[in-house]
Nanobody, 121 residues
Framework: QVQLVESGGGLVQAAGSLRLSCAAS????????MGWFRQAPGKEREFVAS????????AYAGSVKGRFTISRDNAKNTVSLQMNSLKPEDTAVYYCAAVARFWWASRPDYWGHGTQVTVSS
């Protein structure tokens, strides 16, 4: 069982930056692929970014590529999402997710409770 707790959300102006963090419980963090999803009001939850267990492989949604960076620190059991050049359409609840395998899979096994990101124009 893995528990995920997100932090770092908030209100930011367009073109600004935010860094989200996700702390994971458990002793085998490096065996889990990690990812971020988001859900805007009235929309379905969508994939944002993922990273494999070692941090050597990353993937991004087209809408955030070049602006967001996912990273992980296996010594601290954390995964982060650095978000730059934020746009109002990035406003959403952001969720941390974990896959119980080294490589990312499209259906996470664990979810955090989410953190709100609001980008004002």
């Amino acid at each position: 069982q893995v528990q995920l707790v997100e932090s770092g959300g908030g209100l930011v102006q367009a073109a600004g930056s935010l860094r989200l963090s996700c702390a994971a419980s458990g002793r085998t963090f490096s065996s889990y692929a990690m990812g971020w999803f988001r859900q805007a009001p009235g929309k379905e939850r969508e994939f944002v970014a993922s990273i494999n267990g070692s941090g050597g492989s990353r993937a991004y949604a087209g809408s955030v590529k070049g602006r967001f960076t996912i990273s992980r620190d296996n010594a601290k059991n954390t995964v982060s999402l650095q978000m730059n050049s934020l746009k109002p359409e990035d406003t959403a609840v952001y969720y941390c997710a974990a896959v119980a395998r080294f490589w990312w899979a499209s259906r996470p096994d664990y979810w955090g409770h989410g953190t709100q990101v609001t980008v004002s124009s």
